[in-house]
């Protein structure tokens, strides 16, 4: 099976979130499964030089935006296997950043015409177009409305992917005729409009042939007001259409027993791991000491990821509790603050580095006893897999891909790989934290419920059959 993979960002070339890893690591998985898996993305002028230079022009096509026709050089880079396009166009890519840009709805249709356009051009004829998120959303509406009729795609199918229902991409009217060359036909509530506007999420979910979104769990909540950001009637009536899969890790770059970062090179809760604690607790400045607990929670500082309830009972756990807690991230000023102050009042047992680093990142996960993520949602969730794999025991909210991908620990029967609770409150969370400490003293259990959360298989492949059933579905 031929699959094309479009997306608007993929690792190692260009992350700002989980979108990347999934298309970093996912068509890896596929291409075990016999599949000539390809991906196309944008060739943003933030992509390293080296990349960049490496990457071999197979051609030049013109790209038709509107009454405009743009320039659109197409670059193919090999990785691990997988054929990479960078679609160049220095107008449109040629910015430091990513998104955010005044002109974001034109740059993703000239994006998302570009990957149809561009298949007879690499003579490649995928069976599947995969679109990710927003960015690629017009891509199935396109193919149907456009395309379908000449025959060297009339066969092609698509699924398309809710990463995060929140970013939407929803644009004035106007973008549908004047970009797109779309009449009123699309625009009305079963097609791309959206409360007046055009929803670039909204036409990849209507006009694609399969649905996936990334966990169990956020399938059905999105079937919900509180998290469906206005679609949730839309997303209830697509049936068997929407399916969850939970992500995965890539488990050979992820991999305590290799990792170049870690100080110490472990494979199961090992004296190699108390060597790794000792070094964090060095790193970061705090009182090496073995017996005491360490928290961490490596995150983006906003509201979603529960930062509210940490500010609530933060300095009464750092104050009554012998813990350390360690934290990395940026985010919204008022949080990154909160911490700067934090660290003052508890110099002992706070660290707060307010910055992102990949080495910082991966140490914490291999020398923190635990992971904190009280997500107030949260799709699927990348860090808790990670947690696992490395032995720091996560302590989640029961939302989203937390709920499927971590278990709470029973003490009678000795299954479960961490500590869970339900409500969005602060005070459930740290009721739940202390429960966790109190098995942390006990080595019987802490050996037990290690053991479980390094045991588990949090590889790509088991999601990668169940998109493969996906895409078999989409072509009946």
Not at 45 to 52: H, L
Not at 90 to 113: H, I, K, L, T
Request: with cysteine; glycine share 8%; proline share 4%.
């Amino acid at each position: 099976m031929n699959i094309l993979f479009a997306a608007a960002e993929a690792n190692p070339f260009i992350k700002t979130g989980g979108l990347a890893d999934v298309i970093g690591a996912l068509p890896a998985a596929l291409k075990k499964e016999k599949c000539d898996v390809r991906v196309v993305m944008p060739n943003y002028k933030s992509i390293s030089e080296s990349v960049r230079n490496q990457a071999t022009l197979v051609t030049v096509i013109q790209v038709q935006i509107g009454w405009r026709s743009q320039y659109c050089g197409i670059k193919q880079f090999k990785q691990d296997g997988i054929t990479f396009y960078l679609l160049d166009n220095e107008y449109y890519f040629g910015r430091d950043g990513v998104y955010g840009y005044g002109d974001d709805a034109e740059r993703f249709a000239f994006f998302s015409r570009a990957v149809l356009d561009i298949l007879p051009a690499v003579d490649f004829q995928p069976d599947i177009i995969h679109s990710h998120d927003w960015h690629t959303g017009m891509i199935p509406l396109l193919l149907k409305a456009q395309y379908h009729s000449v025959p060297f795609y009339s066969n092609i199918r698509t699924v398309f992917t809710i990463h995060n229902l929140l970013y939407q991409g929803t644009f004035p009217y106007s973008v549908l005729w004047s970009l797109f060359g779309l009449d009123d036909r699309y625009f009305h509530a079963e097609g791309v409009e959206y409360y007046g506007n055009v929803s670039y999420m909204k036409a990849g979910i209507v006009f694609a042939d399969r649905v996936t979104t990334v966990s169990p769990t956020y399938a059905e909540e999105i079937k919900m007001p509180y998290y469906g950001y206005g679609l949730d009637g839309l997303l209830r009536s697509l049936g068997g259409k929407l399916r969850g899969i939970v992500n995965g890790i890539d488990t050979k770059s992820y991999n305590p027993a290799t990792d170049p970062y870690l100080s110490s090179h472990y494979r199961s809760g090992t004296s190699k791991r108390l060597e790794n604690k000792k070094a964090l607790q060095e790193e970061l400045g705090l009182p090496v000491d073995p017996k005491v607990p360490v928290i961490s929670m490596v995150t983006r500082l906003v509201e979603s990821k529960g930062l509210d309830l940490i500010t609530r009972v933060l300095d009464e756990l750092l104050y009554y509790d012998n813990v350390q807690f360690v934290l990395l991230g940026t985010g919204e000023s008022a949080y990154e603050d909160w911490f700067r102050e934090a660290v003052y009042r508890h110099p002992s047992n706070l660290a707060a580095e307010i910055r992102f680093s990949e080495g910082v990142a991966r140490r914490m996960y291999a020398g923190s006893d635990m992971f904190l993520m009280p997500s107030k949602f949260e799709p699927c969730g990348i860090s808790q897999l990670l947690a696992l794999r490395y032995g720091s025991i996560p302590i989640v909210r029961e939302t989203g891909g937390l709920n499927d991908t971590v278990h709470s620990y029973n003490e009678m029967t000795g299954e479960g790989t961490g500590f869970t609770f339900h409500s969005y409150n602060a005070h459930d969370m740290l009721y739940t934290i202390r429960r966790a400490l109190s098995f942390y003293h006990q080595p019987k259990h802490w050996k037990q419920v290690m053991k479980n959360a390094m045991g588990g298989d949090y590889s790509w492949q088991t999601s990668a059959r169940e998109y493969m059933d996906v895409y078999r579905e989409a072509q009946q």
